[in-house]
């Protein structure tokens, strides 16, 4: 049988015993003072009775070693006799146990308490010395970065930023940006790993200069910098050259062969320079319209207009200044087409992929030096789908996707992605099921048919083209790609009549051009034609200039 027993029995037997001070005093412990206490009422007694316990207390704790009876000491007396030397017993002990210990965060937590205690100054030359050494052995971005905010003029700071911006510079991996770089030269200046990012950064304007800076900047850039690519100097030199001899600029064509140590230019074309400086003003305008004609077909629009119109309202507009950017003399061009391809809005990057495949069909003396630099600069966002369909499309140009097709095989999670990525899959995975393309397209489809306004007037027009254009963008797309099968067929049919009718429908505006209507390839099918004309007969020129333009469009062809 269990005896319960009253609380109030429970509590009266751990109440301390009733005690007077004589008793205490004749005691003279901790306990006896503390039961005095526990049932006094006299102030000055318990003043008393307290400075006794104290001074009993802190005797006791003087000749401990532990932390913890300091701890409860102060806790008990935060403002008694005894707090300053116990304050400065617990710095002391503290300090001893953080310099007898292998790891730093006691040497940091006895700073954190005991700032200005004398073994401060010891206590942070071990903490200096000892956190830089576990840095050493295992550094860390996040660990540099706090050891320098702690000593920011230490001993260690040099080795510390040192091995701090190294990290850095290899966070940025393969492919850093000039951005990246810059910020980084700039904020470790002082170290090799900053001189190593000002020079990967230098490198990389010189590339952008010789692939796609003016003859001016080339020359100045030859004549300041050692040890530039040889081979990308030729290649800028001579696609300078050739635009030299095309304009009949002899003064231009002079300066670029006066850099014999980088080119040997033909005596054809140094007889050429030196024959077209005395030329009369007549005689040069005559020859010049001659070869213009004979020249690679060039857009009227410069490129500044260009840059204007693709930022048009109107996608035909868009995609006109894409065709034309393929025929750009300038790798700008390259460069604002492939900005676009990839482009979410599929009735952009497909153009913008479909002027890709034109400007590669140009077989330009420098096409692998752009290609080259390009897909260095993508190779570090390969997981995002818009840098990986840059890269993609420019390796299938070179024939060099097979690095690229096990992340192509990969799911497509982005829905406004995933038909240019089905895309891709159906044209070079052998063997890939065109299903979920077909699906994909019809999706499309439907969503661009149910946008057409169902009343076409003057206050639904702009909206009705555009809508319209969305859909001659994906007939394109179908029918460039090769499927088999009735389903395919039969969706590219009707896509294909649901077109004409929208066409004919808004061909009832005057302002309306026709999707179809892109002047800019007809006209470089017909300047294709004419030129072949243009180039026999200034072949058949008399005097030195038939034989030197029948010798120049032979072994120096401008494509």
Not at 146 to 162: I, K, N, Q, T, V
Not at 292 to 297: D, G, H, I
Not at 415 to 422: K, P, R, V
Not at 518 to 538: G, H, K, M, Y
Request: aromatic share 10%; hydrophobic share 45%; net charge positive.
């Amino acid at each position: 049988m269990k005896i319960l027993l009253p609380l109030s029995l429970i509590l009266i037997s751990c109440t301390p015993t009733a005690m007077d001070l004589t008793t205490a005093e004749k005691r003279n412990t901790p306990e006896a003072y503390r039961a005095f206490l526990f049932h006094a009422t006299g102030d000055d007694e318990k003043f008393a009775a307290r400075q006794k316990l104290e001074h009993l207390v802190f005797g006791r704790l003087a000749v401990s070693r532990g932390i913890a009876p300091v701890i409860t000491f102060l806790h008990e007396f935060p403002d008694g006799r005894h707090h300053k030397e116990a304050r400065a017993l617990l710095a002391t002990r503290r300090g001893r146990r953080a310099l007898a210990a292998t790891t730093v965060w006691p040497l940091i937590r006895f700073l954190h308490y005991h700032p200005g205690d004398p073994l401060a100054k010891k206590v942070r030359g071990v903490l200096e010395q000892r956190w830089f050494e576990a840095l050493s052995r295992q550094p860390a971005i996040s660990g540099l970065r706090r050891y320098l905010d702690y000593f920011p003029s230490g001993l260690h700071y040099s080795a510390a930023m040192e091995m701090l911006a190294t990290l850095e510079l290899k966070k940025l991996g393969d492919n850093p940006s000039p951005e990246a770089l810059s910020l980084l030269s700039i904020a470790y200046a002082n170290t090799r790993a900053g001189a190593r990012a000002k020079a990967a950064l230098a490198r990389m304007r010189h590339l952008e200069i010789l692939i796609a800076g003016d003859f001016p900047q080339v020359a100045a850039l030859l004549l300041d910098t050692p040890d530039l690519p040889k081979e990308l100097v030729r290649s800028s030199l001579n696609r300078h050259l050739g635009r030299a001899i095309l304009a009949l600029d002899h003064t231009t064509m002079t300066r670029i062969c006066a850099l014999s140590s980088h080119i040997v230019c033909p005596a054809p074309v140094l007889a050429a320079a030196a024959r077209w400086k005395k030329l009369s003003t007549a005689a040069r305008k005559t020859l010049a319209e001659k070869v213009s004609r004979a020249a690679p077909y060039r857009p009227f629009p410069s490129l500044k207009t260009l840059t204007v119109a693709m930022n048009s309202s109107d996608l035909r507009t868009v995609w006109i200044a894409l065709f034309s950017l393929a025929y750009i003399d300038s790798p700008k061009g390259f460069f604002m087409i492939l900005s676009q391809a990839g482009d979410p809005d599929l009735a952009v990057s497909s153009m913008a992929e479909e002027s890709l495949r034109r400007w590669f069909a140009r077989k330009l003396p420098w096409t692998k030096y752009l290609v080259r630099y390009a897909r260095a600069r993508l190779k570090g966002n390969l997981s995002e789908p818009r840098f990986f369909l840059k890269a993609f499309h420019l390796a299938a140009a070179l024939g060099e996707t097979r690095q690229l097709l096990p992340r192509l095989r990969r799911p497509m999670k982005q829905d406004e992605y995933q038909l240019a990525w089905e895309l891709l899959r159906m044209s070079h995975l052998p063997g890939h099921d065109p299903a979920r393309l077909i699906h994909l397209i019809n999706v499309e489809a439907k969503k661009i048919t149910g946008r057409f306004p169902a009343k076409l007037d003057n206050s639904s027009y702009l909206y009705a083209r555009t809508v319209s254009r969305r859909l001659y963008a994906l007939l394109r797309i179908m029918e460039r790609t090769q499927v088999a099968g009735a389903r395919y067929a039969s969706l590219l049919d009707h896509v294909k009549r649901t077109f004409a009718n929208w066409d004919k429908a808004l061909g009832a505006f005057s302002s309306y051009e026709s999707s179809t209507s892109l002047p800019i390839l007809e006209q470089v099918a017909t300047w294709n034609t004419d030129r072949l004309v243009a180039r026999s007969a200034l072949a058949t020129l008399k005097g030195a200039e038939g034989p030197f333009w029948g010798w120049y469009f032979k072994n120096m062809p401008s494509n």
